[in-house]
């Protein structure tokens, strides 16, 4: 069985930085498509970004240029690198997995099939 578990939310002022890690028990973090979602508080789920099984990545109008995706093998963690941080990305932050799709990888959330806990960020201004 899959496992995610989040880690590295917190609180940050307007434009500092915060990075999130996913660690992946049960499975290799290269073996699935990978996304980052969000949903603040009243709102809907929203995708943040995605890195593809060859290590693609591609990201939300709103994250492109301020947020880097990433994973790391060894530790087989997937990473949200968030940078600019303003109020309207306080919310909760979750990773996700596909382990149905052969090939691409989307970020639709009905695409993914196991999902962290998720971990809280607040941005101050």
């Known amino acids: 069985q899959v496992q995610l578990a989040e880690s590295g939310g917190g609180s940050a002022q307007t434009g500092g930085s915060l990075t999130l890690s996913c660690k992946v028990s049960?499975?290799?973090?290269?073996?699935?498509?990978m996304a980052w979602f969000r949903q603040a508080t009243g709102e809907k789920r929203e995708g943040v970004a995605r890195?593809?099984?060859?290590?693609?990545?591609f990201y939300a109008k709103f994250a492109k240029g301020r947020f880097t995706i990433s994973r790391d093998s060894a530790a087989n963690t997937v990473d949200l690198q968030m940078d600019g941080l303003s109020p309207n990305d306080s919310a909760i932050y979750y990773c996700a997995g596909d382990s149905r799709r052969a090939s691409g990888c989307s970020l639709g959330q009905g695409d993914y099939d196991y999902w962290g806990q998720g971990t809280q960020v607040t941005v101050s201004s």
């Open positions: 049960g499975n290799s973090v290269r073996s699935n498509c």
């Open positions: 890195i593809s099984k060859t290590g693609l990545p």
